[in-house]
């Protein structure tokens, strides 16, 4: 019998659902997104049913990256694991095919306890392990009723989301009890794992499995055609940029290009904003190319409007700007970039990846930009001072090595729970 908070949930879900229909057929019509995976989100598969090891469940790209390290990590020390990989996203799906060919890959349920139940029987899974801190009720209650030993991996509370989960703690608190291990990034997540019903002793500091990421060495695609695109020219790449960035960054483009011979590469990092930063760059009277559409003329930008393609990108960067922290939305990863020895700037907003700004700033692999004008002071001493831009390429990458650890921390604790 379901608690009476559960059966609650699973009435807000329907509601929800109904609510949603319309957006999502909506969405499914125009843009080919929901309707393609939406049977398999209900828990209903054309394969036929397997019995696996392990699951392994990442919202999106950044995590299934993350997972990776920690997949090698299980394999070398199990190498007969069996494991079924769920992602959130489209994007997160095509990047776990590619990364994880020998699992079973699939979307994660949505969280109704009918999808959830299916999806178990289907895999039936012995150890759930969760990336970051994805908390569904139902598939931790419902996987914990099975018998599934379960493991949050990575886990860390946002400063945004930390007071919604303190007022929720009488429902995520039962739910955090059914977990065997929780492994968050740093001091400050352990502490507010525990503050919102953890019991201290499931909860351990394990480093932050980003630092393991592994550069993807194969060569990219377009990389001929990149080239002779940048003809010779230093590269700047701004990276995951964001609403509220774009507009202040290709304000200052134009300048930068004409006095430093530089080509720039520049990343949106939602889809809609492809057409929006095209715009800019053309009503600011900027030659671009973009991505999707390139002829081999002469351009001094590329838009970048594809995904999967941005880690690979970087290796092409003298300098690179980390996006999402010159506005409020928390930051994103500098880890890729660094590890290619690309020296790295973000903004002041890093909440998203608070531990990882701190370390780059402390040892001297990155630096803070307040605003878009200190973005290019920051590119145009990386692109003119060879020295200090060799320099800080050797900083940004022993930072990476240095901090190296987390994954093989959390890939012996899934082993641990599989034995």
């Not at 020219?233 to 430093?260: N, Q």
């Not at 991505?291 to 300098?319: M, Q």
């Amino acid at each position: 019998m379901m608690p009476a908070m559960f059966v609650l949930y699973e009435v807000l879900l329907y509601l929800v659902l109904i609510l949603a229909l319309p957006y999502f057929l909506f969405a499914g019509v125009l843009r080919g997104k929901y309707l393609a995976n939406f049977s398999e989100r209900m828990g209903f598969y054309r394969t036929p049913a397997a019995a696996h090891d392990l699951w392994i469940h990442a919202v999106s790209v950044g995590e299934t990256l993350a997972a990776r390290p920690v997949v090698d990590e299980i394999l070398r020390q199990r190498p007969s694991t069996t494991i079924v990989f769920t992602t959130t996203t489209i994007t997160g799906q095509a990047q776990a095919r590619r990364l994880f060919p020998e699992a079973t890959v699939t979307y994660f349920p949505f969280d109704f306890a009918a999808s959830v139940k299916r999806f178990l029987e289907h895999h039936h899974p012995r150890v759930f392990a969760t990336m970051e801190t994805e908390i569904w009720p139902n598939a931790t209650r419902l996987s914990r009723a099975r018998g599934l030993r379960l493991l949050l991996a990575n886990g860390r509370i946002s400063d945004r989301s930390f007071p919604r989960y303190r007022l929720l703690r009488p429902f995520v608190a039962p739910v955090l009890r059914q977990y065997d291990r929780i492994l968050a990034r740093e001091e400050t997540d352990r502490e507010r794992f525990i503050a919102i019903g953890a019991p201290p002793a499931i909860v351990e500091t394990s480093g932050n499995v980003k630092f393991d990421y592994l550069p993807d060495d194969r060569p990219l695609e377009i990389a001929p055609r990149l080239e002779t695109l940048i003809a010779g020219r230093k590269v700047l790449v701004l990276g995951s940029t964001m609403e509220g960035e774009d507009e202040p960054l290709i304000a200052e483009l134009g300048g930068f290009i004409a006095s430093h011979n530089a080509f720039v590469i520049i990343a949106p990092r939602k889809p809609e904003r492809f057409e929006i930063v095209a715009g800019l760059l053309a009503a600011a009277k900027i030659r671009y190319a973009r991505r999707t559409d390139w002829s081999d003329g002469p351009a001094n930008v590329l838009l970048l409007d594809t995904f999967g393609e941005l880690a690979k990108i970087y290796h092409f960067a003298t300098a690179a700007f980390i996006g999402g922290s010159l506005v409020r939305t928390g930051g994103h990863n500098p880890i890729e970039p660094a590890a290619a020895g690309v020296p790295v700037c973000f903004g002041p907003h890093m909440s998203n990846f608070r531990e990882i700004a701190r370390v780059f700033l402390r040892d001297g692999g990155a630096v803070e930009a307040r605003d878009a004008a200190a973005v290019f002071i920051f590119a145009e001493r990386m692109l003119d001072d060879e020295a200090a831009q060799r320099a800080m390429s050797d900083r940004a990458r022993r930072t990476v090595e240095q901090n190296r650890g987390a994954a093989a921390r959390t890939g012996s604790r899934i082993v641990e729970l599989l034995a």
